[in-house]
């Protein structure tokens, strides 16, 4: 398997703009994150799904963002409009969780950047 | 609320030395605690799983260790090299929130040649 796949790797936007994030987890994993990195406040988790539902939103930092997954295979992140404190790397992570291990497994990240 | 602490929050040494980062977690509920190796601009990539109901896991060089009912884990990197040279995170899932992971702020680990 490739592993976790993000895309973009880099995006770089002016604020107000909308921006979609893209992850593709490993095939089985039933449990997909996604994670925002920043130096101030370290590895924060935004969401996750279980087996393409949402179980726990609490982290998504207000309106403006907004996640779904709408197969197994592909999960979006939005954030409309962007604001220059939105700047960080977002990780998407998954585990097979349903088959009892917990391994994360994390994708490259996609490092933001809102003028 | 979960908090996850890692101490230092960076450590130089020689090569060749064997060394040990610190992690430690205020609720021992917990489902297993995972310890995680960064590169700068690169992702996660994960070292070691220990479960709740075993006490170490070893890989390698690597051997991390679990005292849960002191909210403890260690990693030990023996004959440390400069490629070791990375950042060093672990993450621990509580019982209460299955599938749910909170992160410590790392250990940022130099390895001199």
């Known amino acids: 398997d490739a592993g976790v796949i993000q895309s973009p790797r880099h995006e770089v936007t002016e604020m107000g703009q909308e921006v979609t994030l893209r992850c593709k987890p490993i095939?089985?994993?039933?449990?997909l994150f996604w994670y925002r990195q920043t130096m101030m406040r370290g590895l924060e988790l935004l969401i996750y799904?279980?087996?393409?539902?949402?179980?726990?939103d609490s982290g998504m930092p207000e309106d403006r963002f907004s996640a779904k997954m709408p197969n197994a295979s592909f999960s979006t992140l939005k954030i409309q409009p962007s604001e220059p404190r939105d700047s960080a790397v977002y990780f998407c992570?998954?585990?097979?969780?349903?088959?009892?291990?917990?391994?994360?497994?994390f994708g490259e990240g996609s490092r933001l950047t809102v003028l | 609320k979960q908090e996850v602490t890692q101490i230092p929050a960076a450590l130089s040494v020689p090569e060749g030395e064997n060394l040990v980062l610190n992690c430690s977690f205020t609720?021992?509920?917990?489902?297993?605690l995972q310890w995680f190796r960064q590169d700068p601009g690169k992702g996660l990539t994960s070292l070691l799983l220990?479960?709740?109901?075993?006490r170490e896991q070893t890989s390698g060089r690597l051997n991390a260790s679990l005292d849960k009912s002191s909210g403890r884990s260690t990693l030990y990197i023996a004959a440390s090299q400069p490629g070791d040279s990375a950042t060093y995170l672990c993450?621990?899932?509580?019982?209460?929130?299955?599938?749910?992971?909170?992160f410590g702020d790392g250990t940022t680990l130099t390895v001199k040649p």
């Open positions: 609720d021992s509920a917990i489902y297993n």
């Open positions: 220990i479960q709740s109901s075993q």
């Open positions: 992570a998954s585990t097979p969780l349903g088959q009892n291990t917990g391994e994360l497994f």
């Open positions: 799904f279980n087996n393409n539902v949402p179980i726990d």
């Open positions: 993450a621990v899932e509580e019982r209460a929130n299955a599938g749910k992971s909170t």
């Open positions: 095939s089985g994993h039933d449990y």
